[in-house]
Structures are given as structure tokens and as C-alpha cells.
């Protein structure tokens, strides 16, 4: 066994996964194999024991940190008053402060709980522009709030932001308007605490005192990671590909290691006090970034690597960061399924496998200096081993990034190592200081410059859609032959990976040619409407958009819901949108669409209308084709499926805004074989009465409830007609409308053997061949 | 070795794995089961079938079965047997293990030498005798290279392995370079059995990291025959070429 912590460490996560996933069978065979193999390998018998229990403690760890739960749950929804100490530095973002407090007391309709809990705090600002309220860590504060439950995963693609939160311990959040927030008084955090956050606020002041705002925002973001920048400068980042050195990560500890390692050379420090120096320094920084995964990853691989240097031992690179996965995982499994702690991990491995390999490469080209040949390897290794994860959570994948990258990061460590000597200094001889930060300035004006001339480039950025499993096999077979790590040099090697690779491509290929079964999912976008159905061949139509009504601000459903669900169907165009009728929280996530996605065609109804007239002016001047759906039309969408507009008729005229243009929905049936879906937007009684009357086969095996399950919809005579086996309610969370009406459900009930309502099951995939329906919801 | 400090190695070998990069190229090493890449693997040196009858090294002179050392000098042991041959790369093994305190390796080639003198229709073997480091030596390096060897021989031939029966009663200077006859001089009444009753009727392997001109194989072996014992055999990692 050459590596046993890094075998340890993977089958540790493998439990925590089967955890997640609730799969106890597959938990069971496991166990039995690895005890199996203590009876066939008895000379091996130690280290399958421990594969066991590593297995073991992964899944009951992962069991225990999933199903914890907030002890104010039976208070949800509800506004109480509490009190409690603010326990990290507040961070202050566009329209609301995040604040981690824990409780001590809560009070609701004159009872007092005592509760101590981590909770969340949104402060949420009482007009746009800024706070006038000023809290710090350590404050007691008290506040009225309404205690929330985090969310989990309800869309395909979506944000799990309960596990989130359960990665930093925290089970229920709090709105707080702003103008009830109390500050009474200051007390302790602990001593390294209060030392670590004082320190870090005096920095903060130096930093604030000498460089502009967006310099200064900027060297805050790099040293603590904090995102409170300007938005077109933070976008600017993340296009052209080096968003990364705002997120504190392995790179900074290795920046903040070099320069203490620098300064300590200088002043001669023996050995085993350079130790004792940059242990404290990364301690340090561990509390004042807040703990973070990367932090303490880098940390502890650092000290391990300073340690080996001790007991003059060779560094193992993927020991030593197996030993930090443990460290970190085991108080806290659940954070394998953050972003962050998927990128750092996956980041610093590849970087210890394909560094060389890739060093090697490049120095064979020609005048290549070798400095520019590392860096170069760094950016792309880490690149390369963080590609299917980030093109999974991002959906896109930044081309230019090496030659940014290039740019950037030594260009970063010359502003750090300015703005860090300058922040000592100007504690020390404030002249020497503030010649130090007037040198940083420049450099902040060409890192700056730098993110804003590559993000304007065009095609900086590609979309990508999530790999296969078979994809990411094929993947990582290719660069382990590249790396040489599979030696294609040995003749049966090279025949061998031949032959497998070929077998893994054909079979990649035909997997994505098989037709599917036809698949509709009803997103849950809160209140609102949207549809996603792809058929057998690919085509893609997505019915409705959703949106958020205007009081949600700058929110947009399509980053929120939509895109994310597309990509991660793996979907990069669509072939047609309808648009049931321009409403809101049907259309507006489509205008977001436009420009994000390619559309095909959009349908509309054939009304005269005013906005819509001037959206199709809008998407036709896009070069998008419009397509005006009328009763009676037909569409081919692919072989054996049919959609059939039933309503409404061309150039009806409208009255009563609201009322008319629900009742001018367009209603579809979707035929597949024996089975049917009908969609019918916000239609009301007398459109459902008109096709009754004109006597159109509305039967359908799926229902889209009308109107969010509004008791203005749903007679008894149109259900009687539809005769839904399945019926979905597309309905918000606690919505203002009192959808869906209690007296509509119940007649649901009677008549279709399932109803789901995507504010409690979350987004519903209905599948069928055309013969047998299956339904999959989100939510438990 | 006591428990604890066992428990220490292991927990050591685990964090700073001897065998995580390749000794020669020191490229990262994933999927290979020995301590070298795959492309090195076959820049080692391995003695192969024709090797001389007696000591085993990858040479034969003129018509004879043996090499031209064999031919003309008598050695005292029956016959031996080595992994590879002592060239540039299996200077660098060897440096690694005595050295850079890569006892694992050591371990590692050993069983594949284990494996190897299976093949061999070699009489039974009482014991296994490592040749011994002097006592200042062994502390000054913290290990003896040639008991980590027979240690892993010890994985496929499961003789008794004997500590401090075969001792070195004098700290000679490094062998490395002197010339066949100082070599002879210098390691002259170096060795000593402390018990001569366990010795005698034993069919004996002998275990060293190098085996260059001979000379200590041959003195240890002097002192074993001396002894009473039947045969002496020996294994050794490296063997010298002409």
C-alpha cells in the first residue's frame, strides 16, 4: 500500500456520498467486500479493517450532519424577538449585511425560549442605498426576525443552500429589517478570537486610510476574501478567468508562507522557530478568514511540508493533502459537496500531478523562459483538474484564463508582498509606508486594467455543458496518458489504453444517440409557470419562463432557476419557447433568456398587444423567428409527438387586461402514443367553458393545473373533461394569492389518482415512452 | 524493534511514503507496484538467465560456466545469487537505501530477491544472516541495510532470521575505494561467530547490499566454514560487473 491515507481519505468520501445519496444497500455490499477481503488477504487484514471503518464513519458521519436539524424549527416563518452575540465580523453586501450570531434568547407571544443556536442574520437595509446601523463582532444585539428554514436542492441544476449552510454549522436563518436591530452592549469572543479580529480590523483601517475605494476593496478581497466589490470589477474578474485570487485559497497562504518565510531568512531565525513564527501566522490567518476549507487545507499541507523539512523525510504532496481532507472532513463531512472545497481540493491535487508533466512539456518549446514555463504549468494543471467541476457548478469555462493567469499572479504577489510590507510598515515609520502603498497603486491600476481589457474580448468565455460520467472517464484517462502517468510507452500499455479508450468513446457516443423517453420538467420557480420538455431526439421546448415579481429587485429567475436546470440537462440551445401569455411570472425569466441561451423560434399568441408587439420587435431584430400560435395549429415536434394548439383564437381583443389576457393562455396538448399533457397557462372558467363548447379533446394523461390552482379556475366540468391522471400544481412557496385554492385541490383529489404541487415537492419530472408514465419529484 | 517505535515507522511511512516517487527519475509514482517508474524499470540493470554458476553475476568467460573472478580464485560459500547489477542506476538504489534511509526499499527489493532465490534448487536453509554493520556504524546510520534486506526475504523464505550471532568485531573504513587486495586486508578479522554451537551442520544464507570483488561475502563466509557450518549460500542486491 504506497499511499494509505490517500486510500483512506477516498473511501471515507465514498461513505459520505452513499450518505447523501441514502443508499444503505450499497453501504452493506461494501462492508461485506472489504470484510470478505480480510478473510481472502489475512496478511492484509489491518488495512482492510481500516478501509472498513473508514467506510463506515463516512456514511454514520454524513447520516448524522445530514439529518441535524435547527432547534428553532418550530418557530418557522414566524416573527420573533431575539437576542444573541454576533460572532464573526459582519460582511456587508449589496442589499443586506450577513451576520453569524448565536442566540441566547428568543421571545414569541411573551414567551421566552432559551435556545443557543448558530443562526444566519440578513440584515436586510431599509432603502437601497446603505446601512445607517453599524454592528461589529462580539456585539449583543437584539432584533425582530423571521426565522427561515434553508432551502435544499429543488430544481435540477439548483443550489443545495441547506448543506450549505450545514457545512458551517447553521440550520435556520433570520430576516431582520434593519430598524430593529438593537445593539446593546460587547463582550468577548475568547482571546485569540478578539486578538485575530482586532488585528484584522486594524488592517482594514490602514488599507481604508490609504487607497482609494476600489483599490482598497480590492486588497481586501485578496487578503480576507471578502467580495464586497464593486459588481462590473467583480464581473470583470470572472470573465476573464482570475475570480479566483478574490476567493482566499491555497495560492494566498502560499503568497503570505513565502513572504514570512522571506522575512524570517533575513532576520536569520533558526529553524525550529521559523516554524513556531509561520505556524502562528497561518493560525492567524485561519480565524480571520473565517475558517475556510482552502485556508486550513493549504495551512496544514504547508506545515507538513516545513515538518518534513524537520525530520528530513521526502514530502509526499498527495499524502499530505489527504491527511488535511481528513482533518477537514471528518468534523465536517458535508463540505465535499461545497464548490469551494471542491475546487481547492481538486485545484492543489492536480496541481501535484500534472505540474511536472506539463513543466516538462512546455520547456521543450523553444526560447521558453522557464519562470514563465512554471507558471505557466501551475495555472495549467490547476486548470485542467478543476475543469469538470467548475464547467459542473459554472457552466463556463474561461479560455484566456492561462494567459491572465500569467499575467496576474505575479503581479499579485508583488502587490502583496507591497501592500503587506506596506501595512507593516506603516505601523512601524507611516512614511515608509505610504511610499509602499503609492507603489501598490500602480499595480492595482494594472491588475485592474488587466480584468477589464480580457473580460472585453469576445469569446473569453465558453458554455459548456456539464460532462458524463463516461465523458469524465474518458477525461481523466486522457490526462493520465498525457502526464505519462500511464506509461503508452510500453507497447501492450499503449494497445491496451488503445482499446479501452476507443470502447469508452464508441460507447459515449451511441449512449448519447439512444433515444430517451419523453421528459417534462415542471421547474418550481416560485410563483410562476415554466415548463422544460425534451423528446426523444433532442428537441428542446420550454413552455414558460417564470419570473419574480418587481419588488424582488435585481433577482433574476433565469440565474436562479432556469439556466442552472438547462445546463445541467445539458442543454445549450433551445428549439422552440412558448410563451403562454405576457404575464410576469411567465414571461419576464424568457426576456432574462434572451442573449444568455440560443432560442430557435418563440411562439406567441396572435393578438394584437401592445408589449408583446414590441418584444417581437425586440427578438426578430435578435434574428430570433417568431412563431404565432392560433387554434387549430399543429407542430411536429418529433416522431410520434404532436402539440396541438387549442385556444386561442387569432385577433381576439382585449378588454380587462388581467383578466383577458389569462383567459387568452395558449393552451397545448402535447401527444405522445397513448399518452397526453396539457398545458394551459392562467386560462379562467370561461376559456375552460369555451373548450368545452367548441367540443376540443382536451383529455390528457398530465394536467398543468390553470392558474396556479386558482379557484377562478378548475371548474368541475373542465376537470371532468381532462380526467388527469397526474395533476401539477405550478405554485409559490406561502404566495400572496392564497394559491392553490384549498376547494381546487380537493377536487383534484377526487378525480386524479397524484397530485404534485411544486411549492412542496419542488421541480416534477414526468417521463414516459408513451405508453407509461413515471413521475420524480425534488423535494421528500 | 519495539511496538511503539513499529507503530511510529508505520505512522511515518504513511504521511512521508519512501516509495512515492520513483529513486531514480523521482517522477510521481501512482499506478506502479515498485519503487520505480515504468520507464526506469527497464533502465535497471536486472540479471537475467546466463549468469556465472557461482557468484551469480551477469558474466561468463570464455567456454567455462563461470566468470573470470570464479575461474581463478576459490571463494568460500557455495553459490550466490543478485538482483541487478551494480551500474550507474544501481549505484543510485543502493545510495538511496544506506543513505537517504530508504529502509522500505530495501525491504521491498528484498522480497523480490526472496522471490528469486525460490526459483533456485537450493538446499534447505537454517537461517538467514545479514551481514553486520559495526555497532558505531549501525548507530551512526540508525539502521543496517542488509537486515532490512533479509527482511524482506524473509517474505518468501520463511527461515529463522539470526541478529548477532555473525558480528563485526571491527570498525573498518568504507570499502568503496580501495582495490581488490586492500579490500582483502582491510576486512581481515572483521567477523566473528559469537556462538559457535548454533553454526555448526546449518546451511547458512548470508545477506549484503553489494557484492563487488568479494571480499567481505568471502570473509564472513570464512568465519561461518570455520565455524562448522555445512554450506553458505549468499543473496545480495548489487553485483559488481568485471
Not at chain 1, 442573449?595 to 401592445?610: L, N, Q, R, S
Not at chain 1, 379557484?711 to 397526474?726: M, W
Not at chain 2, 538446499?123 to 541495510?145: A, C, K, S, T
Request: charged share 20%.
Amino acid at each position: 500500500m504506497r499511499r494509505p491515507l490517500f486510500n483512506i481519505l477516498a473511501i471515507y468520501i465514498l461513505g459520505i456520498i452513499l450518505a447523501k445519496i441514502h443508499n444503505y444497500i450499497l453501504i452493506i455490499i461494501l462492508s461485506i467486500i472489504l470484510l470478505g477481503l480480510i478473510l481472502l488477504y489475512r496478511n492484509k487484514k489491518l488495512i482492510f479493517l481500516l478501509f472498513f471503518f473508514s467506510l463506515l464513519t463516512g456514511y454514520f458521519t454524513g447520516i448524522i450532519h445530514i439529518n441535524r436539524e435547527s432547534n428553532l424549527s418550530f418557530l418557522e416563518n414566524q416573527k420573533v424577538l431575539i437576542q444573541g452575540q454576533v460572532i464573526q465580523p459582519p460582511l456587508i453586501k449589496e442589499d443586506k449585511i450577513e451576520v453569524y450570531i448565536r442566540t441566547d434568547k428568543i421571545v414569541k407571544d411573551g414567551k421566552d425560549y432559551l435556545i443557543e443556536e448558530k443562526v444566519l442574520g440578513n440584515i436586510y437595509f431599509y432603502d437601497e442605498s446603505k446601512s445607517n446601523i453599524s454592528i461589529s463582532e462580539g456585539n449583543i444585539i437584539r432584533f425582530q426576525g423571521r426565522i427561515k428554514l434553508p432551502k435544499e436542492k429543488r430544481n435540477p441544476g439548483g443550489f443545495d443552500y441547506s448543506t450549505y449552510l450545514k457545512t458551517k454549522n447553521v440550520y435556520s436563518t433570520l430576516s431582520i429589517g434593519e430598524e430593529s436591530v438593537e445593539v446593546l452592549g460587547k463582550k468577548s469572543l475568547g482571546m485569540v478570537r478578539d486578538n485575530a479580529f482586532n488585528i484584522k480590523a486594524n488592517i482594514i483601517k490602514v488599507i481604508e486610510e490609504n487607497l482609494s475605494k476600489d483599490h482598497g476593496d480590492l486588497l481586501k478581497g485578496i487578503i480576507f476574501g471578502e467580495k464586497d466589490l464593486d459588481n462590473s470589477i467583480r464581473d470583470n474578474f470572472v470573465d476573464s478567468g482570475i475570480a479566483h485570487i478574490l476567493a482566499v485559497s491555497g495560492l494566498h497562504v502560499g503568497f503570505l508562507v513565502s513572504f514570512v518565510y522571506f522575512i524570517t531568512k533575513i532576520l536569520r531565525i533558526s529553524n525550529p522557530f521559523k516554524l513556531i513564527i509561520i505556524t502562528m501566522v497561518l493560525a492567524f490567518y485561519i480565524v480571520v478568514t473565517g475558517g475556510v476549507a482552502s485556508v486550513i487545507r493549504a495551512s496544514i499541507m504547508t506545515w507538513i511540508y516545513l515538518f518534513s523539512r524537520v525530520i528530513s523525510k521526502k514530502y509526499d504532496g498527495i499524502s499530505a493533502l489527504s491527511l488535511a481532507g481528513l482533518i477537514i472532513l471528518i468534523p465536517n463531512p458535508l463540505l465535499i459537496f461545497t464548490a469551494s472545497f471542491q475546487l481547492s481540493f481538486l485545484a492543489a491535487f492536480s496541481i501535484i500531478l500534472f505540474y511536472s508533466p506539463i513543466l516538462e512539456y512546455l520547456l521543450k518549446i523553444r526560447f521558453m523562459p522557464p519562470v514563465i514555463g512554471q507558471l505557466l504549468a501551475v495555472t495549467l494543471a490547476a486548470q485542467l483538474g478543476t475543469l469538470p467541476i467548475s464547467i459542473f457548478h459554472f457552466h463556463q469555462l474561461s479560455i484566456i484564463s492561462p494567459i491572465t493567469n500569467l499575467l496576474i499572479i505575479p503581479s499579485l504577489g508583488i502587490l502583496l508582498i507591497t501592500s503587506i510590507g506596506g501595512i507593516c510598515f506603516y505601523l512601524l515609520t507611516p512614511f515608509i509606508g505610504k511610499y509602499l502603498f503609492f507603489l501598490a497603486g500602480f499595480i492595482f491600476q494594472w491588475v485592474l486594467k488587466i480584468a477589464e481589457f480580457f473580460s472585453s474580448l469576445s469569446y473569453s468565455t465558453l458554455s459548456l455543458p456539464p460532462f458524463t460520467i463516461i465523458g469524465l472517464i474518458i477525461y481523466i484517462f486522457v490526462l493520465f496518458i498525457i502526464a505519462n502517468y500511464i506509461p503508452i510507452g510500453i507497447k501492450k500499455v499503449k494497445r491496451i489504453s488503445f482499446i479501452v479508450l476507443s470502447i469508452l468513446v464508441i460507447i459515449h457516443f451511441t449512449i448519447l444517440l439512444i433515444p430517451r423517453p419523453l421528459k417534462i420538467t415542471y421547474l418550481d420557480v416560485n410563483q410562476g409557470d415554466s415548463a422544460i420538455i425534451e423528446t426523444p431526439n433532442k428537441i428542446t421546448i420550454l413552455i414558460d419562463g417564470g419570473g419574480y415579481p418587481e419588488y424582488q429587485g435585481k433577482r433574476k429567475i433565469s440565474k436562479d432557476v432556469l439556466l442552472p436546470a438547462l445546463y445541467s440537462k445539458r442543454i445549450n440551445s433551445l428549439d422552440l419557447v412558448i410563451i403562454s401569455h405576457p404575464h410576469d411570472d411567465h414571461m419576464k425569466g424568457i426576456e432574462e433568456l434572451i442573449g444568455e441561451i440560443p432560442i430557435e423560434a418563440i411562439g406567441v399568441f396572435d393578438i394584437d398587444y401592445k408589449y408583446m408587439n414590441d418584444f417581437i420587435e425586440e427578438i426578430r431584430r435578435r434574428g430570433i423567428k417568431v412563431i404565432k400560435l392560433t387554434e387549430g395549429n399543429i407542430i411536429k415536434v418529433d416522431k410520434n409527438i404532436s402539440m396541438e394548439v387549442l385556444s386561442p383564437k387569432s385577433n381576439a381583443i382585449i378588454v380587462d387586461e388581467q383578466k383577458d389576457i389569462n383567459n387568452l393562455s395558449i393552451v397545448i396538448r402535447l401527444d405522445y402514443n397513448n399518452s397526453s399533457f396539457l398545458f394551459t397557462g392562467d386560462i379562467q372558467e370561461e376559456t375552460e367553458n369555451t373548450l368545452i363548447d367548441m367540443e376540443k379533446n382536451i383529455k390528457a394523461d398530465v394536467l398543468k393545473v390553470p392558474h396556479h390552482g386558482s379557484d377562478t379556475s378548475s371548474s368541475e366540468v373542465f376537470l371532468a373533461g381532462v380526467r388527469p391522471r397526474i395533476s401539477i400544481i405550478s405554485v409559490g412557496e406561502s404566495n400572496n394569492f392564497n394559491h392553490p385554492n384549498p376547494d381546487v385541490v380537493k377536487l383534484l383529489e377526487d378525480i386524479s389518482i397524484r397530485i404534485y404541487r411544486t411549492d412542496k415537492d419542488g421541480a416534477v419530472e414526468v417521463i414516459t415512452n408513451g405508453d407509461w408514465i413515471r413521475v420524480r419529484h425534488y423535494i421528500n | 524493534m519495539s511496538t511503539f517505535d513499529e507503530i511510529k515507522e508505520i505512522l511515518r511511512e504513511s504521511l512521508f511514503p519512501s516509495d512515492g516517487q520513483c529513486v531514480l527519475c523521482k517522477r510521481l509514482l501512482i499506478f506502479e507496484r515498485s519503487p520505480f517508474c515504468f520507464y526506469c524499470m527497464g533502465k535497471v540493470h536486472w540479471i537475467g538467465e546466463s549468469v556465472c554458476e557461482k557468484c551469480g553475476k551477469e558474466e561468463i568467460y570464455g567456454h567455462t560456466r563461470l566468470c573470470l573472478d570464479c575461474n581463478y580464485n576459490i571463494h568460500n560459500y557455495h553459490q550466490g545469487i543478485a538482483l541487478f547489477t551494480y551500474t550507474r542506476e544501481g549505484k543510485k538504489i543502493i545510495q538511496d537505501i544506506k543513505f537517504q534511509g530508504n529502509k522500505k526499499l530495501g525491504r521491498d527489493l528484498g522480497d523480490k530477491l526472496g522471490q528469486k532465490i525460490k526459483t533456485k534448487n537450493w538446499d534447505e536453509i537454517h537461517m538467514i544472516l545479514p551481514v553486520p554493520l559495526h555497532p558505531n556504524r549501525e548507530r551512526e546510520r540508525g539502521f543496517n541495510q542488509s537486515w532490512e534486506i533479509a527482511r524482506g526475504i524473509t517474505k518468501s523464505i520463511s527461515s529463522p532470521l539470526v541478529n548477532n550471532l555473525l558480528i563485526r568485531v571491527r570498525d573498518t573504513p568504507h570499502q568503496t575505494d580501495l582495490t581488490k587486495r586492500e579490500r582483502e586486508r582491510n576486512i581481515k578479522n572483521a567477523f566473528s561467530v559469537k556462538d559457535q554451537q548454533l553454526v555448526v551442520g546449518k546451511t547458512i544464507l548470508l545477506v549484503d547490499d553489494v557484492y563487488t570483488t568479494g571480499s567481505t561475502i568471502n570473509e564472513c563466509g570464512k568465519v561461518l566454514m570455520d565455524g562448522g557450518a555445512e554450506k553458505v549460500y549468499f543473496a545480495v542486491l548489487a553485483i559488481g560487473q568485471r
